[in-house]
């Protein structure tokens, strides 16, 4: 877990420093940081949506395989998926931004536990001859996040760390990572204080992100009760997760669960699942009605000419596709030309 945290610690961790330059408050400028993620996350949000979309498309043939194969559930299985790759549909398309989102959590709780790394920036070097001062001086530094009791020692005593350099010193007491009063490195645990509204405002936020998308797919709202839990499963995790890791990761989801909020209504404006697939749906109605207006004319046609099959009406492409193969073949026949007489839909344009 270690490795992964620190994998994706320092790429964030620049990110983070960036931010922190412009504001120089670590609340502020995990806003930024949180802004500027989302923003790249954006192409796959939109993918995302419009997988979404296709869902809604493609449920009622989903439906119908469910009720066909309702005691054959490794056949539905296969007609599903193989439904998904004639459709072009990928379960991805609808997982993938959830799933980015774990490494970028792995990766800001590297920079909130390491600040004196991805923020000041410290070396190696200096970072040890700080932890040795802190051992000579009986200091004591936790396991998990030895930099956070590093910092909080240089600032409330620099004098005892006076042979690291003033620069350094100046460097970790500018460093301000505290914001209306709650320490974003503090872990809010199960306590009755001021920190618990972190895990409780991430709940919430989490259960209005999720209200917000569920109102606008139909899929969802006819699911059954496991995807409905759902709604109410992720907040309760969230609330549950916040309250193991810093204030400063809870801020983060806070914070990311309002811009996927708003997010999801600006989406839903533009490429709204419900009214696509309603409108898809009376489009292919439409489609099945006039071919079957055609088959009915290709019937009627096909008995005023004494050609009338056994099988279902024909429709006038079909018609004029038999056409136009008999005709070729006649002339092969009488010329000798034995050319393929199939006809494609090209042939039938011209």
């Not at 620049?14 to 940081?33: E, T």
């Not at 796959?44 to 869902?55: D, E, V």
């Not at 136009?324 to 007489?341: S, T, V």
Request: with cysteine.
């Amino acid at each position: 877990m270690r490795l992964i945290m620190e994998i994706f610690g320092y790429p964030l961790g620049y990110i983070m420093w960036a931010m922190y330059q412009l504001v120089h408050n670590y609340a502020l400028a995990l806003v930024l940081f949180t802004v500027a993620t989302k923003l790249l996350l954006l192409p796959l949000s939109i993918k995302q949506q419009k997988g979404t979309i296709k869902l809604q498309i493609i449920q009622p043939q989903i439906q119908e395989l469910q009720n066909k194969y309702k005691n054959n559930p490794q056949k539905l299985n296969e007609e599903v998926q193989a439904l998904y790759q004639r459709e072009n549909y990928s379960m991805m398309s609808g997982c993938l931004p959830m799933l980015i989102q774990f490494p970028i959590l792995f990766g800001l709780i590297d920079v909130i536990y390491r600040p004196l790394t991805h923020i000041t920036h410290l070396s190696a070097e200096v970072l040890t001859q700080i932890q040795n001062i802190c051992t000579a001086n009986a200091i004591s530094l936790g396991s998990y996040a030895p930099q956070i009791d590093m910092l909080k020692a240089i600032q409330s005593s620099p004098e005892l760390f006076a042979e690291v350099g003033a620069d350094v010193i100046e460097k970790v007491n500018s460093l301000n990572m505290v914001c209306f009063g709650l320490d974003m490195t503090v872990t809010p645990g199960f306590g009755l204080n001021l920190l618990v509204l972190v895990p409780l405002l991430s709940g919430a936020t989490a259960f209005l992100m999720s209200w917000i998308t569920m109102r606008n797919s139909p899929a969802s709202q006819s699911a059954g009760g496991s995807t409905k839990m759902m709604m109410y499963m992720m907040p309760l995790m969230s609330v549950w997760f916040t309250t193991l890791v810093p204030v400063g990761v809870g801020l983060y989801w806070i914070i990311s669960n309002l811009v996927a909020s708003v997010q999801a209504v600006v989406l839903n404006k533009f490429w709204n699942p419900r009214e696509i697939a309603e409108k898809m749906k009376a489009e292919r109605e439409a489609r099945e009605e006039q071919e079957r207006k055609e088959r009915i004319e290709a019937k009627k046609l096909a008995k005023e000419r004494g050609e009338e099959k056994s099988e279902k009406a024909l429709t006038q492409k079909e018609i004029n596709r038999q056409k136009l193969a008999a005709a070729r073949k006649r002339n092969a026949e009488k010329y000798g030309d034995y050319e393929d007489i199939e006809v494609s839909d090209e042939d039938l344009k011209g």
